[in-house]
C-alpha cells in the first residue's frame, strides 16, 4: 500500500492568498484560479461550507480576487483530479499512482481573524505571511489513472491503471474547460468513491515555516520520518499511511467507513 501527499489548493502564488482554517479546524477549501473564463465560475459565486463565517469563497479573499474564476480541482463531487501533462514533475509523479493507491491533498492554511477578513482588501495579504501551515483536507483512495487527449471532435484515453472510462473523463474539469480553450492533454486520477472524501476537519501536518521548510509537527514527524519538508510532493510507506488514516478519523469521524480498508489492514 503506498500513499502520495500532494500539494493543492489556493497558495502564495496563485491567487496569492491561502484558505482559512477555524477555530474548530474546519477550514473553506479554495482553489487555484482559472485561465479560463467561459464555462466556470468566479469565487464569488461558489457557497462557502462554514456558512456562520461566509456566504461564498469570495469573502474569504480581497475583493480582486474575488472577481476571479476557479479552477475547481480536485472535484471532490466527481472524485476526479487532473493534471497538464506539460506541468512536469507533477505529471510524472501521478503517473506512478496505481489502483488502490492513497493520495492525500494537501494545502496551505491560515487562522481565521473576524476582524482581518473585515478588511480583508487591505490587511489579510499581510496577516497571512508567515502564519500559514500544511494540512491535509482530503484525499481518495485510487480508482484509476488514465492519460486523456480532448479536443472538440474526439477524446482518446489511454488507461494506465484501473479502469478510467470516458464518461468519468467527462466529469473532470479539465475535460468540460477543453471546449473553452485549446484542445487538452492531460493526466486523471480517479477516486474510488466508497473509499474518497473531503475532510470537515483539517488535519495538520506543520508548527510554521524555517529557513526553506516547513517544520513538522508530531504527527508530520511520524509520517515522514523528519523534522521538516517542503511539503509539495511526498511518498510515504505504508504505516505512515495506517498513521495519517487514523489520525484523520480521529478529527473526521463520519469517514471511519472511507478509510477502514486501511485501518484494519496489519
Do not use: C
Not at 22 to 34: A, D, G, Q
Not at 147 to 162: N, R
Amino acid at each position: 500500500m503506498r500513499g502520495l501527499l500532494f500539494h493543492i489548493a489556493a497558495d502564495t502564488k496563485n491567487p496569492g492568498i491561502v484558505g482559512p482554517v477555524f477555530p474548530e479546524e474546519t477550514f473553506e477549501f479554495l482553489p487555484i484560479k482559472s485561465e479560463v473564463s467561459a464555462g466556470t465560475y468566479r469565487y464569488k459565486d461558489f457557497p462557502a461550507k462554514n456558512t456562520k463565517y461566509g456566504k461564498s469563497l469570495g469573502d474569504f479573499l480581497p475583493s480582486d480576487i474575488a472577481e476571479f474564476y476557479v479552477h475547481y480541482d480536485p472535484d471532490f463531487n466527481n472524485f476526479t483530479y487532473g493534471q497538464p501533462v506539460e506541468e512536469i514533475p507533477r505529471f510524472w509523479v501521478l503517473k506512478k499512482l496505481k489502483e488502490a493507491d492513497m493520495i492525500f491533498f494537501i494545502a496551505s492554511l491560515a487562522p481565521y481573524d473576524a476582524e482581518v477578513y473585515k478588511e480583508k482588501d487591505i490587511v489579510l495579504r499581510n496577516f497571512q505571511r508567515g502564519k500559514k501551515n500544511k494540512y491535509v483536507i482530503g484525499f481518495f483512495t485510487i480508482k484509476g489513472v488514465a492519460l486523456a487527449k480532448a479536443s472538440k471532435s474526439q477524446l482518446e484515453i489511454t488507461s494506465l491503471s484501473g479502469n478510467v472510462t470516458g464518461d468519468i473523463v467527462k466529469t473532470s474539469h479539465h475535460y468540460k474547460r477543453f471546449e473553452y480553450n485549446n484542445p487538452d492533454h492531460f493526466i486523471l486520477i480517479v477516486g474510488n468513491s466508497q473509499r474518497s472524501a473531503p475532510l470537515n476537519r483539517a488535519v495538520k501536518l506543520t508548527e510554521g515555516f524555517r529557513d526553506t521548510s516547513f517544520e513538522l509537527n508530531e504527527l508530520g514527524r511520524s509520517i515522514l520520518r523528519n523534522n521538516s519538508h517542503r511539503l509539495r510532493i511526498a511518498w510515504i510507506h505504508d504505516n505512515a499511511v495506517k498513521t495519517l488514516a487514523s489520525s484523520i478519523v480521529g478529527t473526521n469521524p463520519q469517514l471511519s467507513d472511507k478509510l477502514q480498508h486501511i485501518l484494519q489492514t496489519t
